[in-house]
């Protein structure tokens, strides 16, 4: 049995903060943001958590399929921004939405986040021990970003989607290979320094602005360009594709300039690159539904396409997957 999507959905919040918006209160410029990383502007939710984010989106992808909430037989939520340390930001979703009969849990892989957890729901499909996964994907940035500190605060962004994950009615269709990777090494370039077990929250945590996104930009840059690229191409070539064979690639919106890079390397041109980080900067976990739904709600992605996603963050957790999409194209009352 082959796992597939089998329904997408997306949301961010209504508020649009533009790079503007950042120039008025720190030393920043709207063209440095724009030429160093290609964000114009972002969403922020104004209140609220992640599942707040998300249910919209979950909701709107049961109603796509057909099914209710009460059809639901597992949630995870992917993010590093749940709504609490505790309880999972699944089970405070599945009981907003009102999934009574789900089982779930959170994952955190920051922006692998979807990735991790597309194929954790594909291989629970796969077996058997579940009909179907519903997979929310997604950051409230603006919960852990030091907005007076211009090397991070100007990257992310908040949104998510959620997937439906099914068995395929087509063995030739849905989640075809994946390559999943993680270096812990990484973890010194980018994290959260306080706030967990290893230091507990506390006056002297605060003071020192500890809650927030740490991350050495460069450092970061230099292994997400070598990461990413190598398994996009890596899987490209063990599944015997050509640049010719792939319809899109799907990579995480961290920056224009490492997904351009990622694209060169497997000799896809522009017009197959998906970016959406323009209007919505770095969602983290994110990025790459958000996109997916986009292209889908499009009509720009066709049942058989070859898609590869890939992604690169905090970990660092890295991979690739390639997909054949077995969608029929969106009802016209959805193409947006
Ligand atoms: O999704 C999770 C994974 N994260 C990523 O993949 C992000 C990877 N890293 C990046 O995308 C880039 O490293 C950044 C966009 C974060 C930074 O771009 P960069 O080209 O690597 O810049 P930099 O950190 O080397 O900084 C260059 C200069 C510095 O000034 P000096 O030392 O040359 O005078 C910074 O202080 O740009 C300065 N700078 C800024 N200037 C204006 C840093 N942030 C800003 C800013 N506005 N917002």
Known sequence: ??????????????????????????????????????????????????????????????????????????IIVATVTPDRIFPASAAILQHKLGATNAWGFDLAAACSGFLYSLITASKLVESGAVRNVLLCSGDKMSAILDFDDRATSVL?????????????ADDNLGIMDFILRMDGAGEVHLHQKAGGSLRPPSLETVTNREHYVYQEGQAVFKAAVKGMADVSYEIMERNHLTADDVAWLIPHQANLRIIDATAERMGLSKEKVMVNIDRYGNTTAGTIPICLSELYQQRKIKKGDYLVLSSFGAGYTWGSILLRWSMEDAPMEEVS
């Open 156 to 168: 992310f962004g908040d949104g998510g989607g959620c997937v439906l994950i099914e068995p395929s």
């Open 1 to 74: 049995m082959r796992a597939t999507i089998t329904a997408i959905a997306h949301s961010v919040p209504p508020t649009v903060y533009d790079n503007h918006w950042f120039a008025e209160r720190i030393d920043t410029t709207d063209e440095w943001i724009r030429t160093r990383t290609g964000i114009i502007e972002r969403h922020f939710a104004t209140e609220g958590g992640v599942t707040d984010i998300l249910l919209p989106a979950a909701e709107a992808a049961l109603k796509q399929r057909g099914i209710t909430p009460l059809d639901v037989d597992c």
